[in-house]
């Protein structure tokens, strides 16, 4: 599975959208992009995911640049309860291995 | 209950002790899924089942771990003679058959080891 790189950690005002990148550059034809969050001391939590099209769902929107070598994920209006770490993964769509986390973003939304 | 449900939550034992941890995945979901988070870390991948098929253990970090799924549901993973150094939390996740799906992988809560 090809490697992502997200930035160590965000800050967000209350109320605004959270724009959150990931770069994927080495990310080949047939592997999708993932993204989850952790909040603090609960397991991880499925946000949405793509292959080449932008995808929006009721929690996030997940745009994916033209190339695929990078994209983000946009909170519309991020709320305190969006404070978490938020992981971009690439994997195949096998079915056949399990994703693999790296150290994500850890954003914190400001009152 | 509707979710991926770990069991215990928290586990205290001393080194040298076997634990046993238990997760009961969503009901249908054929794929299962352990991972363990030390503090502050990541997620590490321990080990993958999928159905009938040979689990993935390329995750496991020593022969003193090892993982069960009895009739394709409830699933053990076993520490024998624990080391301090497996203080973590395990965390548990069950998907629907993964070929193809949505790749949306559901968390337990997690089970807390700490090993004194």
């Known amino acids: 599975d090809a490697k992502t790189t997200q930035p160590t950690s965000m800050d967000c005002a209350e109320g605004r959208a959270a724009n959150l990148p990931c770069n994927h550059s080495t990310i080949s034809g047939n592997e999708y992009v993932y993204w989850y969050r952790q909040i603090h001391s609960q397991g991880p939590q499925y946000i949405i995911h793509g292959l080449k099209n932008n995808e929006t769902n009721e929690m996030a929107s997940l745009i994916i640049t033209e190339d695929r070598k990078s994209s983000t994920l946009i909170l519309p209006h991020a709320t305190l309860r969006d404070t978490a770490v938020y992981y971009c993964i690439v994997r195949v769509d096998t079915g056949r291995r399990a994703l693999t986390f790296g150290s994500g973003t850890r954003l914190q939304v400001q009152p | ?116």
């Open chain 2, 1 to 116: 209950g509707a979710g991926v449900s770990q069991s215990p939550s928290n586990k205290v034992t001393e080194k040298g002790k076997d634990v046993e941890l238990r997760c009961d995945p969503i009901s249908g979901h054929t794929a299962l899924y352990w991972y363990r988070q030390s503090l502050g870390q990541g997620l590490e991948f321990l080990i993958y089942f999928q159905g009938n098929s040979a689990p993935d253990k390329s995750g496991l970090p020593s022969d003193r771990f090892s993982a069960e799924r009895t009739g394709g549901s409830v699933s053990t993973l076993t520490i024998q003679r624990t080391q301090q150094e497996d203080s973590a939390v395990y965390l548990c996740a069950s998907s629907l058959n993964p070929a193809g799906n949505t790749g949306e992988l559901f968390f337990g809560e997690g089970s807390r080891l700490t090993v004194l």
